[in-house]
């Protein structure tokens, strides 16, 4: 909780001096690919261990990062190793991320369902939720064929299930408890 709380702070504050510096895409693009750069093992390594200096590890990533980022973001990458608080970059990145997409008007939905979808059938799904959020869609596919059939569909928090396993998997669900009811003692008194 209290993670979540900072990476929020760190976010808003970072998204702030984007806008104000007008480059929240780049910065938005940079977080997105030291997100996967911070995922290595070495890396991983050099960040968390106690007794590599703050300075070595500023100076190492420095070098990794040469000219490839602006100096907002580097900044403020270099602050959160000040502070002890890289361990929190995954999550500032996807806060970051969601403010961006909020400011420019963009819903992420993520799509599973059994079979790929055709671009009409994207295209169709596209604009019914554009049409229900009054936002741009930007789709993330991804096929599971034990879904059956169906799609589950997940904006923000919200996950809508319309998979055949899901409902297969609830109508099971109901017959058990139907059949485990006690049934009724017929006798004689």
Not at 36 to 55: D, F, K, R, S
Not at 87 to 113: C, D, G, M, P, Y
Not at 147 to 171: F, Y
Request: proline share 2%; hydrophobic share 40%.
């Amino acid at each position: 909780m209290l993670n979540g709380a900072l990476a929020r702070r760190y976010a808003q504050a970072l998204f702030e001096l984007a806008m104000e510096m007008n480059i929240l895409d780049r910065v938005d693009g940079e977080l997105r690919d030291l997100t996967q750069l911070l995922t290595n093992n070495e890396i991983i390594y050099l960040l968390n261990h106690p007794n590599i200096e703050v300075e070595v590890k500023k100076e190492t990533l420095g070098k990794i990062l040469d000219q490839s980022v602006s100096d907002l973001t580097r900044h403020f990458l270099f602050l959160l190793i000040d502070r002890r608080r890289q361990n929190l970059f995954a999550l500032i990145q996807r806060e970051f991320s969601r403010l961006a997409n909020e400011a420019r008007r963009i819903i992420e939905v993520k799509v599973t369902s059994a079979l790929a979808l055709t671009a009409s059938q994207e295209d169709q799904l596209k604009q019914v939720i554009a049409q229900s959020t009054g936002k741009n869609v930007k789709l993330q596919t991804e096929v599971k064929p034990e879904l059956i059939g169906g799609v589950r569909l997940q904006i923000g928090d919200r996950v809508m299930d319309g998979s055949i396993a899901t409902a297969l998997s609830k109508m099971r669900e109901e017959l058990r408890k139907a059949s485990y009811k006690p049934q009724q003692k017929v006798g004689v008194s």
